[in-house]
């Protein structure tokens, strides 16, 4: 089965991106998991760093570069292995900006205007600054990445079902305009961690923006993340119980919980039954710690030597761009393009 997914280089990953995406993506490599049964080996799976996105929001040429090399490295510490799944650099597959305008010319603007992440990012740019066609165009490249590919799944957290949805909606435009060329991809959501939510407000998601004591870093020293875990607010009452509506904050610790470990929401209550909020945490803190500390330590291993973590994504882009210029090569055949004298 193919699968891909993409993921901004946005400097230091947090556990909300782990548990809600990265940690999938890694076991959907390696495991074949997919939600039709269990295959021999692992999917055929493309992870593309996207880069090109990062700049509707980065204009910082070391920033970019600093992010994106912590993202590569960061991504060979969980265990992806680029024998196994494709890591790439968008910015290194051209065919991605290619496909992208192609999309776009077959957008409606009322589409892109509509999308949540587009308001959400527009509400955040200062009048100053202005908000940048890219973040509104943002999705058509979203699009492009996915359809170079015609992957059946595409994992993703829930915030990104909207996009998905207009991948799908324009694949079949443009199917319907020129023939027959995407396969529509489905979107892949894990339930209980798709959300990881803030630990010091259950009601919003985890995310670096909204402060220090609200997320995870992957790659944070452990007596900080211990620190966060016990400052995390708890719910009234004093039982550990899966209830989202009645205890959020409890839930969501629960939820990570099982990320981290494992074991499942139901058993993790069973195992808590009559304990306190206190004991619980500190558990917590072993579990996340149990899970991240293999993974910080393969990190500063692979720092060493970035450049090796590079040749090993320019292996990846060599891969990408040969099965994105097939779909390219039809792509301007449907659209009536002339095929470049130089492919
Ligand atoms: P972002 O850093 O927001 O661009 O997100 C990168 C990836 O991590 C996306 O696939 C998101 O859906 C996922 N993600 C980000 N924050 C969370 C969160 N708090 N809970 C679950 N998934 C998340
Ligand atoms: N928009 C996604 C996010 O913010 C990142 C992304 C870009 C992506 N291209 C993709 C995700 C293709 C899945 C498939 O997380």
Redesign the pocket.
């Given at each position: 089965m193919r699968i891909l997914?993409g993921?901004?280089p946005?400097g230091q990953?947090?556990?909300?991106?782990y548990?809600?995406?990265?940690k999938h993506w890694v076991d959907l490599s390696t495991s074949g998991r997919s939600p039709e049964g269990r295959q021999d080996k692992g999917n055929d799976c493309f992870y593309p760093i996207v880069d090109l996105h990062a700049l509707t929001t980065v204009h910082d040429a070391e920033t970019l570069r600093k992010n994106t090399q912590e993202a590569q490295i960061a991504m060979l510490a969980m265990g992806f292995d680029p024998e196994k799944s494709v890591l790439f650099l968008q910015s290194q597959v051209p065919a991605h900006t290619e496909l992208a305008w192609i999309l776009t010319t077959l957008t409606p603007i009322g589409d892109l205007e509509r999308m949540t992440q587009y308001k959400e990012k527009a509400a955040q740019v200062s009048k100053k600054e202005g908000i940048n066609a890219g973040l509104l165009t943002y999705p058509t490249l979203m699009a492009a990445d996915i359809l170079l590919y015609n992957p059946e799944y595409v994992p993703?957290?829930?915030?990104?079902k909207q996009h998905l949805e207009f991948t799908r909606n324009l694949a079949e435009k443009f199917n319907k305009t020129y023939g027959e060329v995407f396969k529509l991809p489905k979107a892949m959501i894990q339930k209980e961690?798709?959300?990881?939510?803030?630990l010091q407000d259950p009601t919003q998601?985890?995310?670096?923006s909204l402060g220090a004591q609200h997320?995870i870093g992957l790659f944070e020293e452990e007596d900080s993340i211990r620190g966060k875990i016990k400052k995390a607010v708890t719910d009234s009452g004093n039982k550990i119980k899966y209830e989202l509506r009645e205890k959020p904050a409890i839930s969501n610790l629960l939820a990570i919980y099982s990320g981290v470990s494992g074991k499942s929401i139901k058993d993790l209550e069973q195992e808590f039954l009559g304990k306190s909020y206190a004991d619980f945490k500190s558990s917590l803190a072993d579990a996340v710690m149990n899970q991240l500390r293999p993974i910080q330590k393969r990190y500063k291993e692979l720092s060493q030597s970035p450049a090796e973590a590079a040749a090993l994504f320019d292996k990846g882009a060599t891969k990408a761009n040969e099965v994105s210029q097939e779909t390219m090569t039809l792509v301007r055949k449907k659209i009536g393009l002339n095929e470049s004298l130089s492919r």
């Open positions: 997914s993921i901004q946005t990953f947090h556990l909300g991106n548990l809600g995406a990265l993703v957290g829930e915030d990104q961690t798709a959300r990881v939510m803030s998601k985890m995310s670096k997320y």
